[in-house]
C-alpha cells in the first residue's frame, strides 16, 4: 500500500481564485480551490456545467491563468511562467486530450502524432516515426496510420489523439471531456485506454459528465458553485488522508 505522505505532488493547486470581468460587474468562477495530485494518482474532476472545471484545467496546462493563488505542476510555478516558457514546459510535460479530438485535417494520422515531437525538438526524425507508429499500435491505430482525420471514426480520431497526446512521453495528462463526443462503446474502449497509461506510471487528471466512467476513477474531486465540494478515493485506500 503506497505512503500518500512519502509521494511528491505532481499537480499543487493553492487558494487559486479565477474571476472573470462580465459587463460592468465581475464573476468569480473559482473561489479559493486547493486541493493535491500525487503522481501515478488518475483523478476524475466532476461537477454541473459553469462551474469551472476546464478553467481549472486550463490553468493547469498553462493555458490560462489564476486571478490569485499558485499553480505548481511538475515543479514548475506555471502561473509566473512566460508564455515562450509555458510552451516549451508543456511540450515536454503535460498531453492534453479535447473533447473533439483537434487533430489536423491535412496531415496524416501518422503525422498529427509525429507533430508534438517535431515541435518540441525531441528525438531523430526516424526515432520520431518509430515512435508515432508504436504509439498508434498500443492504441489500435496502426492500420490507419496514412489516412486523413476525416477518413476514419470518431472514436479512432480520440485514439490516434491519445497517441499524439502520449509522443513526447509526458508524465501528466489532460482529459477535458476526453469521452464528450463519442458513444457509450468507444468512450469504455477510451476509458481502458486511460486506465493502462496509468497503470504505467502516468498521471491523468480528467474532466467527465460521465457518470458511469467517473465512478471507475479511484478518485473523485467534484466542484460546485466555484469550491470543491467533494474530494473522495474510492479504489485506492492507500492515498487517502494527506
Known amino acids: 500500500m503506497t505512503d ?5 505532488p505532481i499537480v499543487e493547486i493553492r487558494d487559486v481564485v479565477k474571476s472573470f470581468p462580465v459587463g460592468g460587474a465581475t464573476i468569480t468562477i473559482l473561489k479559493g480551490v486547493s486541493f493535491k495530485v500525487r503522481a501515478g494518482e488518475f483523478v476524475s474532476i466532476v461537477g454541473p456545467s459553469g462551474n469551472g472545471k476546464s478553467t481549472l484545467l486550463n490553468m493547469i496546462t498553462g493555458i490560462d491563468r489564476p486571478t490569485s493563488g499558485e499553480i505548481i505542476v511538475t515543479g514548475k510555478q506555471v502561473h509566473k ?46 526515432e520520431r516515426r518509430e515512435r508515432a507508429l508504436h504509439l498508434l499500435e498500443i492504441v489500435g ?60 506510471g502516468k498521471t491523468m487528471l480528467m474532466v467527465t459528465h460521465d457518470k458511469e466512467l467517473a465512478r471507475r476513477v479511484p478518485r473523485v474531486v467534484e466542484i460546485l458553485d466555484g469550491k470543491i465540494t467533494r474530494d473522495e478515493y474510492v479504489g485506492r485506500p492507500g492515498w487517502a488522508g494527506y
Open 141 to 200: 491505430m496502426a492500420d490507419q496510420a496514412h489516412k486523413l482525420p476525416a477518413m476514419v471514426s470518431g472514436g479512432q480520431q480520440q485514439r490516434a489523439a491519445i497517441a499524439r497526446a502520449l509522443a513526447n512521453d509526458p508524465p501528466l495528462l489532460i482529459g477535458d471531456e476526453p469521452t464528450g463526443n463519442l458513444d457509450s462503446r468507444n468512450s469504455q474502449d477510451v476509458f481502458d485506454l486511460f486506465e493502462n497509461v496509468v497503470s504505467q
Open 81 to 126: 511562467m512566460s508564455e515562450d516558457s509555458l510552451a516549451a514546459w508543456r511540450g515536454e510535460n503535460v498531453g492534453i486530450i479535447f473533447q473533439f479530438f483537434q487533430m489536423l485535417p491535412a496531415l496524416s494520422i501518422l503525422q498529427n502524432v509525429i507533430l508534438p515531437m517535431d515541435l518540441a525538438s525531441k528525438y531523430s526524425p526516424q
Open 4 to 8: 500518500a505522505k512519502n509521494v511528491t
